[in-house]
Structure formats: structure tokens, C-alpha cells
């Protein structure tokens, strides 16, 4: 009997150890830890995995974070509409559809009509000033309404990581040339957001409204003259051989773009791993407004070699000059009593952007700069 009940016990004690080190290993594969353990997150993007704020800044951003976590952190990626259609990655984020995504906020102002803000045109800004800016307002403190921020104001339902804005967007045409006020006001450009509609009314341009990837076709047919648009995202849609001429040393606003999760998956996510999502994203940030500027060069190089004229602003006749800055400046004025209409600060918040414009390193036209 006392040899059974031995075995019994010892029968007993390596099941139970057996136990144990199953349970150790599997804890083992998933990091040890309930605060280690593998996270799997869906990232997505509407637009193509060639685009810069893909494979320029969520990609690199997504294999940091991978780095910092030790592999704890794994990402299923979808680009180029496999999963979500532009502009709807923000929507996707929010109802659980994916956990990552690049949200363009400027193609939904119905939903978010401060954040066309960047679009507003400057006299003097680059990638890095533009970038700069749209970070330091997505961080500003400063209250506008009921005591609530710019985030707070449009984006409080996401976690964001700002990314680089697109290089400065300009005026490029198949060939017509800005010689006089006359010449501008017979021109037929394709405008990307309300702010450049509103532009276009104010220096006498005629406003061709439609999508990028339908411009290709319209400006072979000669439908219109040409387009506000940035020169680094010419390479997307082949336009470095339809474009001609171009204006530079005037700034028709920046596209801006952030990394987004919904706040609620962000508070479920161990510390540590929020942690290398800021670093990852501190550490990228830059290198996405370098991009840009590399492409840019690139297409400049080629529009050149195939006949392509760029313009200085200051060498334009006095005249068109004029009218161009008297544009940004009413520009400015409209947008704010758009924005006011609509119940938001619209005042406040040009005056702040202004301020954090400047204090980047750009400039406005000396209307804007008195503007209260």
C-alpha cells in the first residue's frame, strides 16, 4: 500500500511539472508575460506602397517599432486599397477595422475642416517648415475654444504620430506661361482642396475639380492648363512629362498626413510598446521631409532634360506678383469666415498657424502678418 501511494505521489509530481513546463514555454513564446506577451496589429493605407508617406514613413516606422519591442510587435500590412480605400483609413482606425493607418484628414472636411489649415498659401516654406509646423501644431498647447486645443478640437478620438507633410504644392502647367494678369486669369487649373478653389476665385482662375489619378488623361486632351501640386509627387502620375512650366518661390500650401490609432487600442497597448511607437516616430520624423526633397530634385532633373521650365517667383512681371499675394492674403481671411460660419475659431487659428509658421522658419504676406 505505502509503495502504491508512493507511486501515486510521484505520479503526481511529475505531472504537475510537466505542467509547468509547458506553461513556461508557451509563456516563453508569447513573451514571458501578459505585459510582453506578441501584439499583432493591421496597418493600412489607401494610396500605393510606392507613395513616400508609405514606404518613406509608416513602413520604416513600423520595422522600429518591430526593432525596439525585440519582434514583441507584429504588423500585417495592406496598401493600395487591398483593405481600406482612400480617404477612409481614418473611419477604418476608429470602428476597429484596422489598428494602424495613415489618415489623410484634408479629404474629409466635412469631418475635420481644420485640418485643411496647412493648405493655406505661404511666401516662403519647404518640406522641413512645412512638417515642422504641422507638428508643432498637432502638439500646441494653445486653447481656442472652450478650452480644448487644435488636436483636441478635431482629433480627439485618435492617438496620432505626425509625419512629414508633402513638399510645398506650385503652379504647374503644360506649357502656358504667367507672362501678365492677363495670361493668369485665362488659365484653367486643377484644384486639390476648398482653399485652392478659394484661391482660384481670387486671382480670376478658372477651377477644374477632380480626382489625381484622372488628371493624366485630362491634361493629354488639353481639358485644362494645369494644377497645383506638388513637384516630389509628380513621379505617382507620370506628370514630369505633361508639365512645362512652373512657378517656385511661392508656396500653395502643404497635404499633411499623421500615423493614427484609435486612442481606445492605444491605452491597451503595454507601456513599453507605446513607448517605442513615440521613439520610433521622434527618431523617423525628418527623414519623411528628406524625402521629399529627394524626389523633388529628381523630377526637376528630369522635367529639365525633357524641355521643362522653373520659374522664380520674384523674376514674374510686377503685376502677377501682386496678385498672387494679394490672393494668399484674401485667402487666409476666407478660410477664417468659413471656419467661423461653421461655429470653429477660425480666427484664432490662422493666427496661430501663422505664428507657428514664422517661428519655423517660413513667411506670409505682410496682410496676413497683421491679421489679429
Not at 502647367?173 to 504667367?178: D, M
Not at 501678365?180 to 486671382?203: A, G, Q, W
Not at 521613439?279 to 530634385?297: C, H, M, P, V, Y
Request: net charge negative; with cysteine.
Amino acid at each position: 500500500m505505502k509503495k502504491r501511494k508512493k507511486a501515486i505521489f510521484l505520479t503526481f509530481i511529475v505531472s504537475a511539472f510537466l505542467v509547468m513546463t509547458a506553461c513556461s514555454l508557451k509563456a516563453s513564446e508569447t513573451g514571458g508575460n501578459e505585459n510582453n506577451k506578441v501584439i499583432k496589429l493591421r496597418a493600412a493605407t489607401g494610396l500605393s506602397s510606392q507613395h513616400a508617406w508609405w514606404s518613406a514613413n509608416l513602413v520604416p516606422w513600423i520595422d522600429r517599432v518591430k526593432e525596439l519591442t525585440d519582434g514583441q510587435v507584429e504588423f500585417e500590412t495592406f496598401s493600395g486599397g487591398e483593405l481600406v480605400s482612400t480617404p477612409d483609413e481614418g473611419d477604418a482606425v476608429l470602428n476597429g477595422t484596422v489598428d494602424v493607418a495613415l489618415v489623410l484628414p484634408i479629404y474629409q472636411p466635412d469631418q475635420y475642416a481644420m485640418a485643411e489649415i496647412t493648405m493655406l498659401p505661404l511666401t516662403k516654406s519647404d518640406a522641413h517648415i512645412g512638417s515642422n509646423a504641422w507638428k508643432a501644431l498637432l502638439n500646441s498647447d494653445v486653447e481656442l475654444k472652450d478650452g480644448k486645443t487644435f488636436s483636441e478640437l478635431q482629433f480627439s478620438e485618435f492617438k496620432m504620430f505626425p509625419i512629414a507633410t508633402t513638399q510645398e504644392y506650385s503652379i504647374s502647367t503644360t506649357g502656358k506661361e504667367f507672362m501678365s494678369v492677363k495670361n493668369v486669369k485665362d488659365t484653367s487649373l486643377r484644384t486639390p482642396s476648398r482653399i485652392h478653389e478659394k484661391y482660384s476665385e481670387h486671382i480670376g482662375i478658372n477651377s477644374v475639380t477632380m480626382p489625381a489619378v484622372e488628371m493624366y488623361d485630362a491634361l493629354s486632351r488639353g481639358s485644362f492648363d494645369g494644377s497645383y501640386y506638388s513637384i516630389a509627387d509628380w513621379s505617382g502620375y507620370g506628370f514630369q512629362d505633361l508639365f512645362k512650366y512652373t512657378i517656385t518661390g511661392v508656396n500653395f500650401g502643404h497635404f499633411n498626413a499623421f500615423i493614427g490609432m484609435s486612442k481606445e487600442k492605444w491605452d491597451t497597448l503595454p507601456k513599453n510598446v507605446q513607448e517605442a511607437m513615440t521613439q520610433a516616430n521622434e527618431e523617423l520624423f525628418t527623414n519623411g521631409a528628406d524625402e521629399w526633397i529627394k524626389r523633388s530634385e529628381e523630377m526637376v532633373k528630369l522635367n529639365e532634360a525633357d524641355g521643362g521650365k522653373f520659374v522664380e517667383f520674384s523674376t514674374l512681371d510686377q503685376g502677377v506678383q501682386d496678385l498672387i499675394n494679394k490672393g494668399i492674403e484674401d485667402t487666409w481671411k476666407d478660410y477664417a469666415e468659413l471656419l467661423e460660419k461653421q461655429g470653429l475659431p477660425g480666427e484664432k487659428l490662422i493666427a496661430l498657424w501663422r505664428d507657428i509658421i514664422i517661428e519655423q522658419g517660413g513667411d506670409v504676406p505682410e496682410g496676413v502678418k497683421k491679421l489679429k
